[in-house]
């Protein structure tokens, strides 16, 4: 049971209560640590950009014209140390968290935030003979980092190295309403937004889908490679050991069937072209941008996952390079592209110095593709490792 001191959360909600024009910015794994000095930047496409700071409580005041902004506006955060928070509107009167730039090539960050209502959602994350929650704050290479109960969040898990050939599901419960069967305070009240980071970049964010009945949002799974697959059912539960059950019924079920319309994926080869065009012009944080709006499209193309790898790599974010090929070996449809993204994985554990990692993904390029370069490699890394 959550056990809750009434007259401190109360005096909390006086601290951090923000009107509706404003925004509050928190640390995503300090307990109520708010960011000051953060650039808080306001964009609409085609339109001027407006900027402004947060202040010393975490605060800012959003200009009047995007008080009431729908998804036609993104909010962008950045503060030196962390990761960059790129979201839509609308976005008054509620908490984003910054999560701190992490230096483990197989870590993630999970970090969720909602609005006022209701006042208790928890991060829930099954794995292999764990479940990360507020019952169990600590896991095998992951813990919660922040437990929220009033309010806004964060709840931020941290998994601080993924574990290969392992399936993880997260999953966020309404604890607030949890007796209340097929209710939809979670889907249609809520505002829930989570955020996943990987090195120094936000790889992925999830706006809680409305209309939709249940207690539990199963949010994603990350398969047996570091894949992540999105899955957004809505499901029941009263309690945490029943969240714990439900999310293992997840682990062993099949990977969820995946689709794209035909205009989508022309849209996103569109857009992947002008990625490449900034590339070869040596603009690769462009490029990068690019990619990651190409994938939106579709996120299903491992020549594009190949490419945004590469540009990663270019720009020294390595964690991030190897998720992406990852990714690109999941979806590619030849083996070329297979090979190139398990040797570009194996380059960067080489020189990370993480040598038995790099030798396996060294063997795995080879056995998709013959290459002189390949050989090298492995008998290069062999020989670092006597």
């Not at 995007?66 to 976005?91: C, M, Q, R, W």
């Not at 409305?210 to 029941?236: A, L, R, Y």
Request: proline letters at 3%; glycine letters at 6%; hydrophobic letters at 35%.
């Amino acid at each position: 049971m959550k056990k809750i001191l009434l007259l401190f959360l109360f005096w909390q909600s006086l601290v951090f209560a923000q009107k509706n024009n404003e925004l509050l910015v928190l640390s995503a794994v300090v307990k109520d640590k708010v960011i000051p000095n953060a650039q808080i930047i306001f964009q609409k496409n085609g339109e001027t950009s407006e900027t402004t700071s947060t202040d010393a409580s975490g605060k800012a005041t959003i200009p009047p014209q995007f008080i009431d902004a729908n998804n036609e506006i993104t909010l962008i955060i950045k503060k030196d140390g962390y990761s960059t928070l790129v979201t839509k509107g609308p976005f008054g009167g509620l908490t984003y968290a910054l999560s701190p730039i992490m230096e483990d090539l197989d870590g993630m960050r999970i970090v969720l935030s909602w609005g006022k209502y209701p006042s208790d959602l928890d991060s829930h994350l099954s794995y292999p003979n764990n479940h990360i929650c507020y019952y169990h704050q600590e896991g095998t290479n992951a813990n919660l980092d922040v437990d929220d109960t009033d309010s806004f969040g964060p709840e931020t898990i941290t998994i601080e190295k993924r574990a290969q050939n392992q399936k993880y599901i997260y999953a966020v419960h309404d604890f607030s309403d949890r007796t209340e069967i097929d209710n939809q305070t979670l889907s249609n009240r809520s505002n829930a937004k989570v955020y996943v980071y990987i090195g120094n970049t936000l790889i992925k964010s999830y706006e809680v889908p409305k209309q939709k009945k249940g207690t539990v949002w199963v949010v994603f799974m990350i398969d047996e490679s570091g894949n992540i697959i999105d899955i957004n059912n809505f499901e029941n539960s009263t309690s945490w050991e029943g969240v714990k059950s439900l999310l293992s019924n997840y682990r062993y079920s099949s990977t969820p069937s995946t689709s794209i319309t035909e205009s989508d994926k022309q849209r996103a080869l569109d857009i992947n072209k002008q990625g490449e065009n900034y590339y070869h012009a040596s603009r690769i944080e462009l490029a990068v941008n690019y990619y990651q709006q190409a994938l939106e499209y579709n996120p299903f193309d491992g020549q594009i996952y190949s490419n945004l790898g590469l540009a990663f790599s270019k720009i020294g974010r390595h964690a991030e390079a190897i998720w992406a090929n990852r990714e690109a070996i999941k979806f590619a449809n030849d083996n070329t592209i297979k090979a190139s993204s398990y040797y570009n994985i194996a380059k960067i554990y080489e020189n990370s110095g993480q040598y038995s990692d790099a030798l396996y993904y060294y063997g795995l390029a080879k056995e998709n593709k013959e290459n002189p370069v390949y050989d090298k490699a492995l008998l290069r890394v062999k020989a670092k490792m006597r």
